[in-house]
Nanobody, 123 residues
Framework: QVQLVESGGGLVQAGGSLRLSCAASGRTFSIYAMGWFRQAPGKEREFVAAVTWNRGSTSYADSVKGRFTISRDNAKNTVILQMNSLKPEDTAVYFC????????????????WGQGTQVTVSS
């Protein structure tokens, strides 16, 4: 099993920045990729960004390209989501997720999930 714990959410004004962290523990050697998803009230969970554990290859949703950056620190088993130029539409609960095989944008393909952290962007 892999345990994921997110931190770093909060309230920020539009145009501001937040940094989310996700610490992985347990069978971290089984992780192939990690990603961030978000879910706003009344909406489906959507892909935000992902990074492969070994090569560090990244992918992003079109809505966050150029504003968000995902990175990983293998030594600390941590994934970071740096969010800049935040918009009110970025308001959501952000979830960290990990998968053992492959990399992609489909939430059902991720095996492990954190509890989520709230991000609120005021206009």
């Amino acid at each position: 099993q892999v345990q994921l714990v997110e931190s770093g959410g909060g309230l920020v004004q539009a145009g501001g920045s937040l940094r989310l962290s996700c610490a992985a523990s347990g069978r971290t050697f089984s992780i192939y990729a990690m990603g961030w998803f978000r879910q706003a009230p009344g909406k489906e969970r959507e892909f935000v960004a992902a990074v492969t554990w070994n090569r560090g290859s990244t992918s992003y949703a079109d809505s966050v390209k150029g504003r968000f950056t995902i990175s990983r620190d293998n030594a600390k088993n941590t994934v970071i989501l740096q969010m800049n130029s935040l918009k009110p539409e970025d308001t959501a609960v952000y979830f960290c997720a990990a998968r053992a095989v492959g990399a992609g944008k489909i939430s059902e393909d991720y095996n492990y999930w954190g509890q989520g952290t709230q991000v609120t962007v005021s206009s």
